[in-house]
């Protein structure tokens, strides 16, 4: 399908061609019929994407930081690949469509195949011809709406946002600083609400136009607005203010707390200058407040992500019902859209569009227009460079999943070890295509079907979210493919089962458990290596704080305990050669707001050879506290790993220390190991008893967490 998209690194704009995505649970599929380009917000998108990069480094300190503690972190090799593969992504533009509904998920149950929806959302109502939105950002189009009417949906719904939150009462006096296309829609709904407006902007040619669609007045914004809003509000002033302006100067904010009456509001919809002037605001005692996007609900994974609506009898007003009150609105005639359209462009144009936008040339609202009945391809071609032949000796890797760790992890090691990048899959066809063209793919494609059943593609590789991994895993391997799978394997027992029970059958099955493979494990394992001694291993992990926002506590993703403890017990399961046969678990209470019942865990392990472990994760810690440190101890003799930079053997009185150059955790052996199992038929290097071992334990963590008492795995 086309979709227009922006480098992260050139800040080019262009259409190109991507996967359509396939219908989620709580998503529907929408066949685009119209988009509206927001032309003030994708403006500054589109013109902060073509800054250099020492621009941009100054503008945002924060991110400079952050790659920075990543070097410290996890190495300059590693952050180096992470920001090139940031850098060379694509980035999907719009956030205000409409069109008709071609497939439903599952779990959606009040939206239908043929209905006619308006669509919200970054990432969600893209510039595209097939978007994938959740159900709560999809409205039914009244009848009487056009799709180019309804593609205003979304900043129809910001503008009824503010509008909302400055309380107007029938007969007000308010002002709005900004008539660019939210401008004049606020215009409009304060006339409709009974209001007197006056609007205020530096184009001449606006003024005139919010005076055609409501406005009872109006000036330019120069030395004279103050008195002439002043005259115009019969002396009093503005009993409101709306800043619908899009500029990085105070100046909207200073003259909105200059004109306002005595404990009046103002309320900022745009992007402006947020430093206000102290004296104007306290002696009138203002009311400020800033209005966040279209509406409750928004930046919620809960409501938007999760279908999760809010109670009506609470919350009136959320960002879908916004939308749907905006369109009723434009049904009955008291908003009008028609216009403030001033240029259409098909979707092959959008190059066009943008350019427009980004030069000098007049605009208010920009829409793109597709045609719902192009037969679209789920199978994109990125590269006809040669192959080798389909006998050689050589791996060729179908990806499913390219998040961070696949992109700046996986990726390239696996292509220093020599592996051919066949086909590349994800639930965004931006990502696949990206990723695909970044690291040289020879195609993309919808879904993970197509990557599977590729004839040339000799290993799979899921990198998905936890909860696609097992059926993923399942379908390739009865597939009779190769599989390496990032932790973990599954997140119930069921679906472990089901897994192993096709390995039993199929192709050879690896999972993502890179410590083991670790030089300093190595270390370790050999200094106790033909031991007739139990072993006692301690693992504290520093693990830190992950927002309650992060897809990782969802409930069907495993939450944390399985997505990464099950790594520190297949090392214990390494270091001692044997496998655990019961747990035990205690959570630590946190008052802090962030804090789950996984975050912070103590868990002993027994092992059958009589070995015992403890593993303290630990989310309480202050990051700058290295992450792991493992101590083991048996026989008289001890290890002690830190952090996967230096281990230490102390052995007779005597201490050996081995330092590497950066921290390594074991991802390029590990890599290493999985070619060298598709290309020379060797054996899994853990055996499924292992796999199974480790990822039951997990689950029985979770268990003993909830039972207070040890449980057998």
Sequence with gaps: MKQILQNAKTGAVAVANVPAPLAQPGFVLVRTAASLISAGTERLTVEAGQKNLVSRAIEQPALVKKVLDKARNDGVVATFDAVRSKLGSLTALGYSAAGLISAVGEGVSDLRVGDRVACAGVGYASHAEVLSVPKNLCVRVPDAVSFDMAAFGTVGAIALQGLRLAEPTLGESIVVIGLGLIGQ???????????RVFGIDLDEQKIDQAKQLGADAGCKSNADA????????????????????????????????????????????????????????YDRELTFRISMS??????????????????????????????????????????????????RFKIDDGERAYALITGNDPYLGVLLQYDVTRTLESRIELTHKGRSATNAKTVRLGLIGAGDYAKSMLLPNFK????????????????????????????????????????????VVVATRHASHAGLVRAALLANKNVFVEKPLATSDEELEEVLAAAASGGVLMVGFNRRFSPLAHKAFELFKNRQFPLSINYRVNAGRIPQSHWVHDPGEGGRLIGEVCHFIDFVHFISGSLTTRVFAEG????????????SVFVTLRLADGSNASIAYL?????????????????????????????TAYEDGREKTTRLREQDKGQRDEIRTVMSVVLDGRPAPISLADLKATTRATFRIRESLQTGLPVEV
């Design 185 to 195: 829609l606020v215009v409009q709904l304060l006339r409709a609400n009974g209001c």
């Design 226 to 281: 103050k008195a002439l809003v002043l005259e115009w509000s019969r002396g009093r002033g503005a009993d409101a203010v709306l800043i619908t302006a899009a500029t990085s100067s105070n100046e909207p904010v200073e003259l909105a707390g200059e004109i306002s009456r005595p404990k009046g509001r103002v309320v900022v919809i745009g992007a402006v200058g947020l430093s206000l002037p102290r004296k104007p605001y």
């Design 294 to 343: 279209y509406g409750p609900g928004r930046y919620d994974r809960d409501y938007e992500e999760r279908g999760q609506d809010y109670p009506l009898g609470y919350v009136r007003w959320t960002e879908r019902r916004n939308i749907e009150a905006f369109l009723d609105m434009i049904a009955a005639g008291r908003v009008q859209i028609e216009p403030l359209v001033t240029h």
């Design 416 to 459: 220093a070890a020599g592996a051919e990048f066949q086909a590349i899959a994800t639930a965004s066809g931006v990502t696949a295509r990206s990723v695909g063209e970044q690291h040289g793919f020879r195609f993309c494609a919808s879904g993970a079907a197509e990557v599977i059943n590729d004839a040339d593609v000799n290993l």
């Design 588 to 599: 630590i209470a946190s008052r802090n707001s962030e804090a789950t019942d996984e975050d």
């Design 619 to 647: 989310a309480e810690g202050d990051k700058a506290l290295p992450k792991e440190r493992i101590e083991v101890f048996g026989g008289g003799k001890s290890f002690v790993i830190d952090d996967f930079r230096s281990g």
